[in-house]
Structure formats: structure tokens, C-alpha cells
């Protein structure tokens, strides 16, 4: 069984930073945290940007281009998300995913078998 936790969502200002992090236990040897998606009120999940665990490519969903950045500590196996120049229609609750280790990025939730239960970012204006 893998076990996802997130952390490092809050309340920012329009214009602000936030980092978000994402770790995995349990049988990490071959499971990795790989993708962020997220879900505001009323809408679909969505995913926001992934990485293949090695070698370490990266693809976003057009509207956070430039302004999100994914990365990953492989010795922590651990994921992250800076989100700089935050908007309001970036708040949502945003979800870590992790799946087998590839050498592609996935976008769509089927891909990923173990999730995190969600940390809430809310951008006021």
C-alpha cells in the first residue's frame, strides 16, 4: 500500500507565492508522487502539472505556464509545486497523485492509482 500527504496550502494574496509538498510512504521503491491535480468548487478535477520520476520531464496545464514549476527530491521522494503570481481562479483544493515510475507524464486521473487527500489554496484579490 502507498500512503500520499500533502502540505503547504493556505491563504495568499493575489500576486503571491505558495509551495506546495507531497510525499509518499509505504512501497515507494517503485511508486512515486507524480502529478498535481486540483478541484475548485463546483468543477472537475483537473490536472495541473506532472513529472516522470526519471528523467525528469515536465507538463503543464496551459494556465499555469510560466508560473508553476514542478520538481522532485528523488533521495526524499518527495514532489513539489511553487506557484508564483497566484490568482483567485487558482484556489482550489489541490490533490498530489502517485503511480508506478514512467518515463512520460500522465494527465488524466485514471493514470494514477494512489492520491492524497487535498490541501486548500485560496488566492483572495
Known amino acids: 500500500q502507498v500512503q500520499v500527504a500533502e502540505s503547504g496550502g493556505g491563504l495568499v494574496q493575489a500576486g503571491g507565492s505558495l509551495r506546495l509538498s507531497c510525499g509518499v510512504s509505504?512501497?515507494?521503491?517503485?511508486?512515486?508522487?507524480s502529478a498535481w491535480f486540483r478541484q475548485a468548487p463546483g468543477k472537475e478535477r483537473e490536472f495541473v502539472g506532472g513529472?516522470?520520476?526519471?528523467?525528469?520531464?515536465?507538463s503543464y496545464v496551459d494556465s499555469v505556464k510560466g508560473r508553476f514549476t514542478i520538481s522532485r527530491d528523488i533521495g526524499k521522494n518527495t514532489l513539489y509545486l511553487q506557484m508564483n503570481s497566484l490568482q483567485p481562479e487558482d484556489t482550489a483544493v489541490y490533490y498530489c497523485?502517485?503511480?508506478?515510475?514512467?518515463?512520460?507524464?500522465?494527465?488524466?486521473?485514471?493514470?494514477?492509482?494512489?492520491w492524497g487527500q487535498g490541501t486548500q489554496v485560496t488566492v483572495s484579490s
Open positions: 497523485a502517485a503511480r508506478e515510475v514512467a518515463t512520460e507524464v500522465f494527465t488524466e486521473r485514471r493514470d494514477y492509482a494512489y
Open positions: 509505504g512501497r515507494t521503491f517503485s511508486n512515486k508522487p
Open positions: 513529472i516522470s520520476w526519471n528523467p525528469g520531464m515536465t
